[in-house]
């Protein structure tokens, strides 16, 4: 990477090293961008370094080798939805895909009905058990892949030859409008990636991040970003300016393809390179607009990118896709926790 803030680095003199060695101290604001320096390298890194890249290559493939079976001969449309699809993905990832019935149909009641007879043990049994010998026979997993009935959405996880992990979902519909929702966010603003990562490590070194342990998960993330982007005018209200790209479930439509392709308005906001530039101001203006906010007072409305008044002790994010009423975070005390995590990361960036 060209340009940004670089390490000061002294050289000696084996000779008379006391000549080259500089006398002045460095000061606090150059202390700072030395240790902010290699802290975007990380994150950078992390977001879009050779090793995320080459992983996100392998993740791509086994999409592929999973639409190419599972599509044949078949009504259902897979789709990818977590961080994968939304470019938030690191090496450590896993895959995230779901299978949609009667893809071809319009109308999204067949699916809905499809999704209400899912709560039944009996008609899992006879939907996932076929899928995963499906794989199987196809050779795409090692060993066997694994039909886990019980959990509240039930899944289908295996391990490709070349290693790649994955969860299958199959009817979930609601879980490929809100990957679109994020996917339409950090295409419009691609830095917000690097916040996320930022946001993750913050969350788990203060040991509040973790959906199996009813802790935050990387969707609650998500979301306190698009909130923010939106509240600050970053990007416009996304579901006023960009509805059909979240509504059309089966068939996202790529703004940056678009782009390039002459079909869309709107171009990459920012170039990579500039990550040492803009990563620091960003991050501090996420945490000067979080660090006025009390969770246990406020409503934040990701949908229309505004705070409202209402006492809880639940993290309240009302967006498009939950309950309208108690939002998508039911983590317990998460108002508490979420008070704690921004008081701590506002003083430790003073």
């Not at 995230?96 to 499809?114: G, H, S, W």
């Not at 913050?202 to 998500?222: C, V």
């Not at 996202?252 to 171009?267: A, S």
């Amino acid at each position: 990477m060209s340009g940004g803030i670089l390490t000061r680095i002294h050289h000696f003199s084996l000779r008379n090293p006391s000549r080259f060695k500089s006398t002045k101290q460095p000061s606090l604001v150059e202390r700072r961008k030395e240790v902010n320096g290699g802290k975007w390298k990380e994150l950078e890194d992390l977001s879009y370094g050779k090793r995320t890249m080459e992983h996100r290559e392998m993740l791509k493939k086994t999409f592929m080798d999973l639409r190419r079976v599972l599509e044949k001969n078949s009504d259902m449309k897979l789709n990818e939805i977590g961080s994968y699809a939304v470019g938030a993905s690191i090496p450590s990832s896993d895959l995230d895909v779901v299978l949609i019935p009667y893809a071809n149909d319009e109308d999204e009641e067949r699916i809905d009905e499809f999704n209400r007879k899912m709560k039944m043990t009996v008609f899992r049994q006879k939907i996932l058990f076929p899928v995963a010998r499906k794989l199987e026979q196809a050779r795409l997993v090692k060993g066997h892949a694994d039909v886990l009935l019980h959990p509240k959405v039930p899944i289908i996880k295996g391990t490709t030859r070349s290693g790649v992990r994955f969860d299958l979902q199959i009817g979930a519909i609601d879980t490929i409008y809100s990957t679109n929702y994020v996917r339409l966010a950090f295409q419009l603003d691609p830095r917000q990636i690097l916040v996320y990562h930022w946001l993750r490590q913050q969350a788990e070194k203060h040991e509040i991040f973790g959906g199996r342990h009813n802790l935050l998960t990387s969707f609650h993330l998500y979301m306190l970003i698009i909130h923010f982007i939106q509240a600050t005018k970053i990007v416009p209200v996304l579901l006023n300016e960009y509805a059909l790209h979240v509504s059309r479930a089966c068939y996202w439509v790529d703004l940056i393809q678009e782009f390039r392709n002459g079909k869309n308005t709107v171009p990459p906001l920012y170039t990579r390179e500039e990550v040492e530039t803009w990563a620091p101001a960003l991050i501090e203006g996420f945490l000067q607009y979080y660090g006025k906010i009390d969770f246990t007072t406020k409503e934040i409305d990701v949908t229309r990118g505004i705070v409202k008044e209402r006492r809880t002790n639940q993290l309240l994010l009302i967006e498009p896709f939950h309950d309208q009423d108690i939002g998508v975070c039911r983590v317990s005390n998460g108002a508490t926790l979420m008070n704690k995590l921004f008081e701590k990361l506002t003083k430790s960036h003073c």
